[in-house]
């Protein structure tokens, strides 16, 4: 069975930062596409950032510079490192697997920036 367990969000503050964690299971980790998502309140659902087991990363032009995708392969782990965070970033930022034809998501983690 797929598991995405997401974790590591929080209250920061303008400025600050924070790093989400993806653990992820039930799947060779040798063949994924893995992307962090974000849903603000009253918004659609976007991607962030996503990274291929190739190892070739995209991001969306609002985080490039403050935002890094990576992965631990011994972990099975895909972090966001979130820096220089904006009130804009605000939202609830889910871990999204895709696995050839088929897509997976996993719980929530609320990220609340404050001025």
């Known amino acids: 069975e797929v598991q995405l367990q997401a974790s590591g969000g929080g209250l920061v503050q303008a400025g600050g930062s924070l790093r989400l964690s993806c653990a992820t299971s039930g799947f060779p980790f040798d063949d994924y596409a893995i992307g962090w998502y974000r849903q603000a309140p009253g918004k659609e659902r976007e991607r962030v950032s996503c990274?291929?087991?190739?190892?070739?990363?995209y991001s969306i032009d609002s985080v490039k510079g403050r935002f890094t995708i990576s992965v631990d392969n011994a972990k099975r782990t895909v972090y966001l490192q979130m820096n220089s965070l904006k009130l804009e970033d605000t939202a609830v930022y889910y871990c999204?697997?895709?696995?050839?034809?088929?897509?997976?998501w996993g719980q929530g983690t609320q990220v609340t920036v404050s001025s």
């Open positions: 999204h697997l895709k696995l050839g034809s088929s897509a997976f």
């Open positions: 990274v291929n087991s190739d190892g070739t990363t």
